[in-house]
């Protein structure tokens, strides 16, 4: 079954620190995975997205790797800042023919940062 | 601001009854989405459109049904409502027919609730 777990459920940190967020997989065949970053009652935003060929992306202070061997992806925030408390999702693409395929979700990871 | 527009904000509505979500891409997407995200269940992909057809359906029920217009706005019609589709409803939209690697811009969200 297609699955998409990440850990850990919460999180609290205090400002300025670093943490490192995991997602693991099944999806197969694969096609691509993102991170997403939601604030509460808003819509996704999107980080970085990675194909099979790539194990590592940046975005600012995001850092996402991939290894597409083990099935597992890991977002590390560096130097953390309040307004990074959010839920940070985890979403998986398979690919199916010529067509999106099906996008399935991690539940997310909720980061608070405390001052 | 993503650039993607959805109306309305708010939706209360009864049991059985009908509503239409409304969608507008950011300018030159040709590819909407729509994902429903509930408490217990984080985001579900429902259904791709591009540029007026059907690309991909993920979890939608037969009860909700999507359409894309000429002008690339969207759809999403939810009949025969039920307690268990009270729900925010967001709309993506992407430049990429085949949803690759590209970046989904997300709207602020419908939130139906359902009484």
């Known amino acids: 079954k297609n699955q998409v777990e990440q850990s850990p459920q919460s999180l609290i940190i205090l400002e300025g620190k670093n943490c490192t967020l995991q997602?693991?997989?099944?999806?197969?065949?694969?096609?691509?995975l993102r991170w997403y970053k939601q604030d509460t009652g808003r819509g996704p935003v999107s980080l970085t997205i990675?194909?099979?060929?790539?194990n590592t992306k940046s975005n600012g202070r995001y850092t996402a790797t991939l290894d597409a061997d083990t099935k597992q992806s890991s977002l590390h925030i560096t130097a953390s800042q309040l307004s990074d408390s959010a839920s940070y999702i985890c979403v998986v693409s398979g690919y199916y023919g010529g067509s999106q395929g099906n996008l399935i979700f991690g539940k997310g990871t909720k980061l608070s940062v405390k001052p | 601001d993503s650039g993607v527009t959805q109306t309305p904000k708010h939706l209360i509505t009864a049991t059985g009854q009908r509503v239409t979500l409304r969608c507008s891409p950011r300018s030159g997407d040709l590819s909407v989405y729509w994902y429903q995200q509930s408490l217990d269940q984080g985001l579900q992909f429902l259904i791709q459109y591009y540029n007026g057809e059907e690309r991909a359906k993920g979890n939608i029920l037969e009860r909700f049904s999507a359409q894309q217009f000429p002008d690339l706005h969207s759809e999403l019609n939810l009949s025969s409502l039920e307690l268990g589709d009270s729900a925010l409803y967001f709309c993506a939209s992407s430049v990429a027919r085949e949803g690759g690697p590209d970046t989904q811009y997300f709207g602020p969200g419908t939130r139906l609730t359902v009484l």
């Open positions: 997602c693991n997989y099944t999806v197969s065949p694969f096609s691509n």
């Open positions: 990675m194909t099979f060929s790539e």
